[in-house]
């Protein structure tokens, strides 16, 4: 909750943990601002305590609020450097190819980005302050928001306690410590890993994204106030009523008789909605009071949801008999987020959660963002792109992001700051155990208030005695604090199911993915939610790699570089394919932006489903570096899709079609069934659904509309047939189906293929065809003929590459180069050669015969500067110069050498690898037939008789997860 206090409002033991975020907005006269130059020391050698550094001067300097790494303190990187997250692939410390990145001064590192310096440790921080003659008699504390992470406070040389907490500010009674005068404050802030293990991967501390920091990076602050106070206010929604039920918790320390006045207005709506103030006169205790108060919020209530997103400012105030005053605001929404059978809803009507996960990834200062605006722009970004949603994985956000959150109009998933896996576990009477209880109660008590706070986890994919563990941990929470709900952890398919979760965020068997080893279609459905009857949100969906970006590089400008980003742009530059890189990056995005595309088609499409989780619409720079978002760690776009363009598939409203297939010949029928996914605010009234089928050229061959009708709020909702017989297509062509909601900015499209049934005859006029480097083929390259090789299934140098429709998942490092290893292809789309075979320089869906199961070539002998026809795309990790399909020059003669399966042969359940085979043919009996480069008989060869000189392994035993047997994971 958002709190503003004029006098003072909350009180803690020295020991305790906040769980009220003190406000910004305390006035000059009762706020000593911290911010500033302090005295520091490393303590590396954990020597401060028994030297008593706290009552001596320290000798060096740092600016606060900011991390040691921003002020360039701490160690340099070297291969000794102890990272805080798990490598699967040590490859970089052994492999030759990598030696020059392991030189002093020229390390970089493959799996995640470089911080300028690195530390873990204990670390002292050091501030005189004045306390004026006006604080007499009045409660002091120290507020140090997101201190990361065991602090410990003295002041002058007496000690005042130690917090450790990664979700909410830590806040320290001074009191009893500190009178008017001059005083010297002191810090020791640790950041290792100790008894309180939350795993090493938690994106909490994790090196693989925010980095395990030291240092203090949000407010810091004395406050002094009374000693009567509001310690707690917690708002609960009650729509049916049209109240709000205040519950306060009161602190004083004597007992004395007062007044409490609660009212509210709203603030970000065109007009402020005053709402009637209530008052109750109560007779405080010594201690703590508890307190319940109705406030009416009248016929006109306002609610909050993603459309219209209305907040109210709760002001309370307390006054009494003695003169002493206390006022909080608190920022809170009417709504009610509800789990109802197997749907979501929001204020009785049901929501879709289109969602991202948020990994803590802010390359610039390498910890969250610790102001609104900044949050805005994240939450705006995604609303552009069509979702409602991010759970963020096992961290828990500053109060910032739920004030953007609020403000924007947008559901989050909230959780713990545990991985407990990895080294951890939870269930296992290890002290995380108690720790994620306090951690959440700390996060419920800050945020709770936060209309966007709608979800919570303990966190993500645990180990130990998980179920027993999480079902209670479940039940506590619904007992608690009915404004969420709950589930125990956030996890893939393989993990045990916590019985009473109140929604499931789950992989499955069949819950994500592409089942593109079969002819692509937009027919089929996801069924991992009939298993279950509440909400069931798809965990971490998508997951499809993009080449890296290179000129993102000059992006890192803060306490980090991507020498990750540099490694891999130097190693593509020594195989001979710099010049490449920026062909890769597009032709690979448009693959994975087709990728996400029918993926999240396939799940809008899935009667049943609550919502789905991307991972993720931005780059997760660590764990090998996984760049499987569409916009890069900076929320940026790449320049193969915009937020326009992917919002056209992933939307509150979509329309959808269901295709049978996307390639067909002229003497078939396109047919399609269209319908509507609408999530919207409310039904679409009388609308008409339009359609039409146009060709690259944009001339439209047929359109349609259907009568205009209303659509509900739901998934699955028909609307059409439609159907177009293709004779009148008369040579290969690619066609494009749009269907659009008139009136509105909803459309959608996909793009389909079609052939001609029967191909004129090629006249040959001297190619040789073969399917292995024979004597007559020989022969015909001597005498100046030409050659068609058809190698498929002849390959050795390529062998090991395995390759798909779709791309790398997640990345190849991670998962020790489980398959597919290839980005999807680049083609020379402006070759004659493909004439008469309709392509873009990407993959596309009219490739899946052509491609699938087909080898892949490694050309690592070949001459510098060659490039294939067809080109895979390799994994960054390895960058070697791959081949589908390539021409060249050999002896007098001339060769193409084709690694897909291409022929007269080839039968009508693929006619798009018959179409290119046409295409080839009628290029090689052509003058235009002139392949530029040069190579030798031998080389060409050797692909179908040696295999690879490199030979990939990850050094490392351990493995993710996912790839661990299922047995290792259960309780």
């Given at each position: 909750?958002?709190?503003?206090t004029?006098?003072?409002?909350?009180?803690l033991?020295p020991a305790?943990?906040?769980?009220i975020?003190?406000s910004?907005?305390?006035?000059?006269?009762h706020?000593?601002p911290?911010?500033?130059?302090w005295?520091?020391?490393?303590?590396?050698?954990?020597?401060?305590?028994?030297?008593?550094?706290?009552?001596?001067?320290?000798d060096?300097?740092i600016?606060?609020?900011?991390?040691?790494?921003?002020?360039l303190k701490?160690?340099d990187?070297t291969?000794?450097?102890?990272?805080?997250?798990s490598?699967?692939?040590?490859?970089?410390?052994?492999?030759p190819?990598?030696?020059?990145?392991r030189?002093?001064?020229?390390?970089?590192i493959?799996?995640?980005?470089?911080?300028?310096k690195?530390y873990?440790?204990?670390?002292w921080?050091?501030?005189d302050?004045s306390?004026p003659?006006?604080?007499?008699?009045?409660r002091?504390l120290l507020?140090?928001?997101?201190a990361?992470?065991?602090?410990?406070?003295?002041?002058?040389?007496?000690?005042?306690?130690m917090?450790?907490t990664?979700v909410?500010?830590?806040?320290?009674?001074?009191?009893?410590?500190?009178?008017p005068?001059?005083h010297?404050?002191?810090?020791r802030?640790?950041?290792?890993i100790?008894?309180?293990?939350?795993?090493?991967?938690?994106?909490s501390?994790?090196?693989?994204?925010q980095?395990n920091?030291?240092g203090v990076?949000?407010?810091m602050?004395?406050?002094?106030?009374?000693?009567?106070?509001?310690?707690d206010?917690?708002?609960y929604?009650d729509?049916?009523?049209?109240?709000?039920?205040?519950?306060l918790?009161?602190?004083?320390?004597?007992?004395?008789?007062?007044?409490?006045v609660?009212s509210?207005?709203?603030?970000?709506?065109q007009q402020?909605l005053?709402?009637?103030p209530?008052?109750?006169?109560?007779?405080?205790?010594n201690?703590?009071?508890?307190?319940?108060?109705?406030?009416?919020?009248?016929d006109?209530?306002?609610?909050w949801?993603?459309?219209?997103?209305a907040?109210?400012?709760?002001t309370a105030?307390?006054?009494?008999?003695k003169?002493?005053a206390d006022?909080?605001?608190?920022?809170f929404?009417?709504?009610?987020f509800k789990?109802?059978?197997?749907?979501?809803e929001?204020?009785?009507?049901?929501?879709f959660?289109r969602?991202?996960?948020?990994?803590?990834?802010?390359p610039?200062?390498?910890?969250?963002n610790?102001d609104?605006g900044?949050?805005?722009?994240?939450f705006?970004?995604?609303k552009?792109?069509?979702?409602?949603?991010?759970?963020?994985?096992?961290?828990?956000p500053?109060?910032?992001?739920f004030?953007a959150?609020?403000k924007?109009?947008?559901?989050?998933h909230?959780?713990g700051?545990?991985?407990?896996?990895?080294?951890?576990?939870?269930g296992?009477?290890k002290?995380i155990d108690?720790?994620?209880?306090?951690?959440?109660?700390?996060m419920?008590?800050?945020?709770?208030?936060y209309a966007?706070?709608?979800?919570m986890?303990?966190?993500?994919?645990p180990?130990?005695r998980?179920?027993?563990?999480?079902?209670?941990?479940?039940?506590?929470?619904?007992?608690?604090d009915?404004?969420?709900?709950?589930t125990?952890a956030?996890?893939?398919?393989?993990?045990?199911v916590?019985?009473?979760?109140?929604?499931m965020v789950?992989?499955?068997?069949?819950?994500?993915?592409?089942?593109?080893?079969?002819?692509?279609?937009?027919?089929?459905n996801?069924?991992?939610?009939?298993?279950f009857k509440?909400?069931?949100?798809?965990?971490?969906?998508g997951?499809?790699?993009?080449y890296?970006?290179?000129?993102?590089?000059?992006?890192?400008?803060?306490?980090?570089?991507?020498k990750?980003?540099?490694?891999?742009q130097?190693?593509?530059?020594?195989?001979g394919?710099?010049?490449?890189?920026?062909?890769?990056?597009?032709a690979?995005?448009k693959?994975q932006a087709?990728?996400?595309?029918n993926?999240?088609?396939?799940a809008?499409?899935?009667?049943g489903?609550?919502?789905?989780?991307?991972?993720?619409?931005?780059?997760?720079p660590?764990?090998?570096t996984?760049?499987?978002?569409?916009l890069?760690a900076f929320?940026?776009?790449?320049?193969?899709?915009?937020?326009?363009?992917?919002a056209r598939?992933c939307n509150a409203?979509v329309?959808?079609s269901?295709i049978?297939k996307?390639?067909?010949?002229?003497n078939?029928?396109f047919?399609?069934d269209?319908e509507?996914?609408?999530?919207?605010?409310?039904?679409l009234?009388?609308?008409?659904?339009?359609?039409k089928?146009?060709?690259?050229?944009?001339l439209v061959?047929?359109?349609?509309?259907?009568t205009a009708k209303?659509?509900?709020?739901?998934?699955c909702?028909?609307?059409?047939?439609i159907?177009?017989?293709?004779?009148d297509?008369?040579?290969?062509?690619?066609?494009?189906?749009?269907?659009?909601v008139?009136?509105?900015s909803?459309?959608?499209?996909?793009?389909?293929?079609?052939?001609?049934?029967?191909?004129?005859?090629?006249?040959?006029?001297?190619?040789y065809?073969?399917?292995t480097?024979?004597?007559?083929?020989?022969?015909?390259?001597?005498?100046?003929?030409k050659?068609?090789?058809?190698?498929a299934?002849k390959?050795?140098?390529g062998k090991?590459?395995?390759?798909?429709?779709?791309?790398?998942?997640?990345?190849?490092s991670?998962?020790?180069?489980?398959?597919p290893?290839?980005l999807?292809?680049?083609?020379?789309?402006?070759?004659?050669?493909?004439?008469?075979?309709?392509?873009?320089?990407h993959?596309?869906?009219q490739?899946?015969?052509?491609l699938?199961k087909?080898?892949v070539m490694?050309?690592?002998?070949?001459?510098k500067?060659?490039?294939?026809?067809?080109?895979?795309?390799?994994?960054?990790?390895l960058n070697?110069?791959?081949?589908?399909?390539?021409?060249?020059?050999?002896?007098k003669?001339k060769?193409?050498?084709?690694?897909?399966?291409?022929s007269?042969?080839?039968d009508s359940?693929?006619p798009?690898?018959r179409?290119?085979y046409?295409?080839l043919?009628?290029?090689?009996?052509?003058?235009?037939?002139n392949?530029?480069s040069?190579?030798?008989?031998?080389v060409?060869?050797?692909v179908?008789?040696t295999?690879?000189?490199?030979?990939?392994t990850?050094?490392?035993?351990?493995?993710?997860?996912?790839l661990?047997?299922?047995a290792q994971?259960?309780?």
């Amino acid at each position: 909750m958002k709190s503003v206090t004029k006098s003072f409002a909350l009180s803690l033991l020295p020991a305790a943990f906040v769980t009220i975020l003190l406000s910004a907005f305390v006035s000059n006269d009762h706020q000593i601002p911290l911010a500033g130059n302090w005295r520091f020391k490393i303590d590396s050698l954990d020597k401060g305590i028994t030297e008593k550094w706290f009552s001596k001067q320290l000798d060096d300097h740092i600016h606060l609020p900011g991390s040691m790494a921003e002020n360039l303190k701490g160690n340099d990187i070297t291969l000794k450097t102890k990272w805080t997250g798990s490598i699967y692939d040590s490859s970089w410390y052994y492999n030759p190819r990598m030696a020059k990145y392991r030189q002093p001064g020229n390390i970089k590192i493959p799996f995640w980005l470089t911080p300028a310096k690195h530390y873990t440790g204990a670390a002292w921080y050091q501030k005189d302050v004045s306390i004026p003659q006006s604080w007499k008699g009045q409660r002091i504390l120290l507020n140090l928001e997101r201190a990361h992470t065991e602090t410990r406070v003295w002041v002058d040389d007496k000690e005042v306690g130690m917090q450790n907490t990664m979700v909410v500010a830590q806040v320290f009674d001074l009191t009893p410590f500190i009178s008017p005068g001059k005083h010297t404050i002191t810090l020791r802030i640790d950041n290792r890993i100790k008894e309180i293990n939350v795993g090493q991967d938690s994106h909490s501390l994790t090196d693989h994204t925010q980095g395990n920091w030291n240092g203090v990076v949000g407010k810091m602050e004395l406050i002094a106030g009374a000693n009567t106070w509001f310690d707690d206010i917690q708002v609960y929604p009650d729509l049916k009523q049209k109240t709000a039920h205040i519950k306060l918790h009161l602190k004083s320390n004597q007992s004395v008789n007062a007044k409490i006045v609660l009212s509210a207005v709203s603030f970000n709506t065109q007009q402020a909605l005053k709402v009637a103030p209530v008052t109750k006169s109560i007779q405080l205790k010594n201690g703590e009071t508890d307190l319940d108060m109705d406030l009416p919020m009248g016929d006109k209530m306002l609610t909050w949801d993603e459309f219209n997103p209305a907040l109210y400012k709760l002001t309370a105030q307390l006054t009494t008999t003695k003169g002493q005053a206390d006022e909080k605001q608190i920022q809170f929404g009417m709504r009610e987020f509800k789990a109802v059978d197997k749907h979501f809803e929001i204020n009785g009507r049901p929501v879709f959660l289109r969602g991202t996960v948020n990994n803590c990834e802010f390359p610039l200062t390498g910890y969250a963002n610790m102001d609104v605006g900044a949050w805005e722009r994240i939450f705006n970004i995604c609303k552009a792109n069509g979702l409602n949603h991010i759970r963020f994985h096992s961290w828990c956000p500053p109060e910032a992001a739920f004030i953007a959150a609020d403000k924007v109009g947008f559901y989050l998933h909230v959780e713990g700051p545990s991985w407990a896996n990895h080294g951890t576990s939870i269930g296992d009477k290890k002290p995380i155990d108690q720790f994620i209880y306090d951690e959440t109660d700390r996060m419920d008590k800050a945020y709770g208030n936060y209309a966007s706070f709608c979800m919570m986890a303990y966190g993500n994919e645990p180990r130990g005695r998980q179920v027993e563990y999480l079902t209670k941990f479940v039940d506590y929470w619904k007992a608690k604090d009915s404004r969420h709900l709950y589930t125990g952890a956030s996890v893939g398919g393989s993990w045990p199911v916590i019985p009473n979760n109140e929604y499931m965020v789950r992989a499955g068997n069949n819950a994500r993915g592409l089942t593109w080893n079969r002819q692509p279609e937009s027919v089929s459905n996801y069924d991992e939610d009939k298993n279950f009857k509440v909400p069931f949100v798809v965990h971490e969906m998508g997951q499809w790699c993009v080449y890296p970006d290179f000129k993102e590089i000059k992006k890192y400008t803060g306490v980090y570089r991507a020498k990750n980003f540099e490694l891999f742009q130097e190693d593509l530059a020594d195989r001979g394919m710099g010049d490449q890189a920026e062909q890769f990056l597009m032709a690979s995005g448009k693959l994975q932006a087709l990728c996400y595309k029918n993926e999240i088609e396939k799940a809008l499409r899935t009667p049943g489903y609550g919502g789905f989780q991307l991972l993720s619409l931005n780059d997760y720079p660590g764990q090998g570096t996984a760049l499987i978002g569409l916009l890069n760690a900076f929320w940026d776009e790449k320049g193969y899709i915009t937020a326009k363009e992917f919002a056209r598939f992933c939307n509150a409203v979509v329309p959808l079609s269901r295709i049978p297939k996307f390639v067909y010949t002229n003497n078939e029928v396109f047919k399609a069934d269209a319908e509507l996914f609408n999530y919207s605010a409310a039904e679409l009234a009388n609308k008409t659904v339009s359609w039409k089928i146009t060709n690259s050229k944009g001339l439209v061959l047929t359109k349609g509309a259907f009568t205009a009708k209303n659509y509900a709020i739901g998934s699955c909702i028909p609307v059409g047939a439609i159907s177009y017989p293709l004779s009148d297509v008369k040579e290969a062509s690619k066609l494009n189906l749009e269907i659009a909601v008139e009136g509105t900015s909803y459309v959608n499209d996909w793009n389909f293929w079609v052939y001609p049934e029967k191909l004129p005859e090629v006249k040959n006029t001297g190619v040789y065809y073969c399917t292995t480097l024979d004597k007559q083929a020989e022969d015909v390259l001597n005498s100046g003929g030409k050659v068609f090789l058809n190698a498929a299934g002849k390959v050795v140098k390529g062998k090991e590459v395995i390759q798909s429709l779709t791309p790398v998942f997640w990345n190849t490092s991670w998962f020790k180069m489980r398959p597919p290893h290839t980005l999807g292809i680049l083609c020379d789309e402006a070759n004659p050669a493909f004439t008469n075979f309709p392509t873009s320089y990407h993959t596309d869906l009219q490739w899946w015969d052509v491609l699938n199961k087909a080898q892949v070539m490694i050309l690592e002998d070949f001459p510098k500067g060659f490039k294939p026809l067809i080109q895979p795309i390799d994994t960054w990790f390895l960058n070697r110069r791959l081949a589908f399909l390539f021409e060249a020059k050999v002896g007098k003669g001339k060769l193409i050498v084709s690694s897909l399966d291409l022929s007269a042969d080839v039968d009508s359940t693929r006619p798009a690898s018959r179409q290119l085979y046409y295409s080839l043919q009628n290029y090689m009996q052509s003058a235009q037939f002139n392949p530029s480069s040069a190579v030798d008989l031998s080389v060409i060869k050797d692909v179908f008789e040696t295999g690879s000189k490199e030979k990939f392994t990850t050094y490392t035993k351990d493995s993710p997860d996912e790839l661990k047997p299922k047995a290792q994971k259960k309780p």
